[in-house]
């Protein structure tokens, strides 16, 4: 399988976009409202991906998909 590269951080973000707006949707529908996609890369970008090499798209889309809310409500209340 060839191996989709990224030229920026932007690049990979937007990507990953329809993910976070999934995932954002799922979490508006539990009313969980004021969590942004901004928070979910945040979170898995300093707990998750930042222990990880070679990550691939798909495990980014699975990480964010399958975020565990509880670990990121915890986050977002300590970090803001």
């Known amino acids: 399988m060839e191996q989709i590269k990224f030229s920026s951080v932007d690049e990979l973000f937007n990507r990953l976009k329809p993910a976070f707006n999934t995932k954002i949707g799922e979490l508006k529908a539990k009313n969980i409202k004021y ?24 495990d980014m889309v699975s990480d ?17």
Do not use: Q
């Open 64 to 80: 964010i998909l399958n975020v565990n809310e509880n670990d990121l409500l915890n986050f977002i209340n300590i970090n803001k």
């Open 35 to 58: 969590i942004e996609v901004k928070d979910i890369w945040d979170y898995l970008s300093r707990t998750k991906w930042s222990r990880e090499t070679n990550l691939e798209l798909c």
